[in-house]
């Protein structure tokens, strides 16, 4: 069964610093990597996606992935208070066609300024 | 540049009735998803549509179907409401030539209470 793991938090970071989120994926096959933020009572909202091992950077947000480790990361920079929300990791398995995701259960991120 | 639109927002509904909730897609997407998403919980994927089949379905019964029509908007239906199917749906849609590459955008969530 594929399953998708974070930590539920919440994790309380300083604003101004760094927040490091992390996710860990059960099925070699996964493909794709995707974080969603989510505030409460709304939508998730994509915020990065990632399939190459590496890093990927897009303003003050920064995915890692390492797929011999099963292990993918966002890196939130210069965080700032509207940063406060559940961060969510999702995973694609098949390289083709489009499939349903799988969510962990989301990491609860309070900023404090 | 619509967004995905659901409908209703909020819903009440008693056990063991039946219930449809609908989607709109992005424009230009022709694939629409659903999940299920639990208070606490990451969403749980229910099933996808494409070319009005359904192409993949999550771990759930047969008492949620669906449907896709050709504009590309989709329905979810659950019957026999249990009080555990209380949850906020999310229809998200995606283009099928980008094989979901860069991701699903998501809908504002239809809430589900069943009492």
């Known amino acids: 069964q594929k399953e998708v793991e974070q930590n539920s938090g919440p994790l309380s970071v300083p604003e101004g610093a760094i927040a490091s989120l992390n996710c860990t994926y059960s099925d070699r096959g996964s493909q794709s990597f995707f974080w969603y933020r989510q505030y409460s009572g709304k939508s998730p909202e994509l915020i990065m996606f990632i399939y190459s091992n590496g890093d990927k950077e897009d303003g003050r947000f920064t995915a890692q992935l390492n797929k011999a480790s099963q292990y993918v990361s966002l890196l939130i920079r210069d965080s700032q208070p509207s940063d406060s929300a559940t961060y969510l990791c999702a995973v694609r398995l098949s390289g083709g066609g489009a499939d349903g995701l799988t969510f962990g259960k989301g990491t609860h991120l309070i900023i404090q300024p | ?115």
């Open chain 2, 1 to 115: 540049d619509a967004g995905v639109t659901q409908s209703p927002t909020h819903l009440i509904k008693t056990r063991g009735q039946q219930v449809t909730l609908r989607c709109s897609p992005k424009s230009g997407h022709d694939t629409v998803s659903w999940y299920q998403q639990a208070l606490g919980q990451g969403p749980q994927f229910i099933f996808q549509y494409y070319e009005e089949e359904e192409r993949q379905r999550g771990n759930f019964p047969d008492r949620f179907s669906g449907h896709q029509f050709p504009n590309y908007s989709s329905e979810l239906n659950v019957n026999a409401l249990l009080l555990g199917d209380s949850a906020l749906y999310l229809c998200a849609s995606s283009l099928a030539r980008d094989g979901g590459r860069y991701g699903y955008t998501f809908g504002s969530g239809t809430r589900l209470t069943v009492v």
